[in-house]
Structures are given as C-alpha cells and as structure tokens.
C-alpha cells in the first residue's frame, strides 16, 4: 500500500551547521510532495513543496531534492537556527488535498 | 496573516460522550480537512469537505464521525459516542485549490483525551 517513510528519527546538529532530512515513498506515481514542519503543540507549517518534474527546489534557506529513480526526498536547511528545532514531516499530496504524512523527524539545534 | 482557528484548545470527555470540534477556516477558502495525530505519531487523514459535502474520507472516519459546515464561516468535526482511541490532536485544514499542488494551511489543533 501507500506510504510515505523517514530515515531517521531524530538529527541533532550544531547551530549555523547544513541539516539533511530525509525521506522515503514507495508510490512512484506520486507526483507532489510537500515538506512539514511542526513545533511543539502547534499544526503543520508548510515549508516547501516540489513536483515530479523537477529534482531540485530551493527556499530561503531551504532546499528540497527528489530521487524518483530511488523514490527519495530529502529537506536540506542551510545555516540551521535554534528556531528551526521541530519535527519535519514529508507528505504527499494525493488526490487534492488528503496528504500523506511520514513519520516526522525530529531536529534538535544545539546553540 | 490569515489563519485557521479552532477550539477548544483541549477537551476532555468520558468515553461514550459526544464531542464537537469546531474551526474557522481561512475565509476565501473552499476546501476544508480534519486531520488527526495521536501522540507521538504522524498526522492522518481524516476526512476532506467541499461544496457542502464530504470529498473523500479515510477509514477512521466511520459512523461515529461527522462533519458539517453550519454555516458560512464554520467547519465542525462530530464525534458521536467517543472511544478511548479517539484520544489525538485534531486538525482542521483549509485550501483556496483542490488540486493537488494546492498548499493545506493548519491550525493549531485541539486535543482531545478521552477518559
């Protein structure tokens, strides 16, 4: 069946290091996939999003990449703050609106 | 910045009790969602509305499940005899596009504990 996975559960990094996110899908038929970014008690925050006809989509400060050879996403976040700690979840977006979350990686920024 | 709001915050019910969530979706938006994440685990859909009617559902949303749209700025979530599982975060969500780059914007979401 669907689903969307991450590698890793938690990442802790140093404050002003790259952070690297990453995610797995199994449906190659996806063709949207949106990055999550959730803090403590609060909903989702759109980060970025990225269609199946490119491989690479940049933000401020953000930067998404999709293998669909491997069916790999993966969130990259230049210069991470201590305000970038939450957990990061990709979700595909399926059928106009109903997203299919992954399991949420946690990020820790230690100052 | 326009948000998506709900309340309560936090409702705590007895099993077998009836509870409504409710939210106010961005205003220009049509289309509307409840999501919902047990602790510690990833955010599931739920259900998704338009035009006053249900889009699609998941198979949590069974018959203890309703939802409804009262009236022109309201979007409620029922449910109607509550189980111990039924304990999450509630989400409701709200997009201008059904299409599927269309971005969902969350609210903050209420938790629900079922005793």
């Known amino acids: 069946g669907e689903s969307v996975g991450l590698h890793l559960p938690t990442l802790s990094v140093q404050e002003g290091d790259n952070s690297i996110i990453n995610c797995a899908y199994s449906?190659?038929?996806?063709?949207?996939f949106i990055w999550y970014k959730q803090e403590s008690g609060k909903g989702p925050q759109f980060i970025i999003d990225?269609?199946?006809?490119?491989d690479k989509r940049q933000g401020q400060r953000v930067t998404v990449l999709l293998n669909k050879t491997v069916k790999h996403l993966s969130l990259q976040i230049a210069a991470t703050q201590p305000g970038d700690s939450a957990v990061y979840f990709c979700a595909e977006n399926n059928q106009g609106g109903k997203l299919i979350f992954g399991q949420g990686t946690e990020l820790s920024v230690k100052p | 910045e326009p948000e998506v709001t709900q309340t309560p915050s936090h409702q705590v019910t007895q099993m077998g009790q009836e509870v409504i969530l409710r939210c106010v979706p961005i205003s220009n938006h049509l289309y509307f969602y409840w999501y919902r994440q047990i602790l510690g685990q990833k955010v599931e859909f739920l259900v998704s509305?338009?035009?006053?009617?249900?889009?699609?559902k998941s198979e949590i949303f069974d018959d203890q499940f309703s939802v409804e749209r009262p009236d022109g700025s309201n979007f409620t979530l029922k449910i109607r005899s509550t189980k111990l599982e039924d304990s999450a975060m509630y989400f409701c969500?709200?997009?201008?596009?059904?299409?599927?780059?269309?971005?969902?914007?969350f609210g903050e979401g209420s938790r629900l504990t079922v005793l």
């Open positions: 449906n190659s038929a996806s063709d949207y």
């Open positions: 969500a709200s997009s201008d596009s059904a299409g599927e780059f269309g971005e969902l914007f």
């Open positions: 509305f338009y035009n006053n009617e249900i889009s699609e």
């Open positions: 990225i269609r199946s006809n490119m």
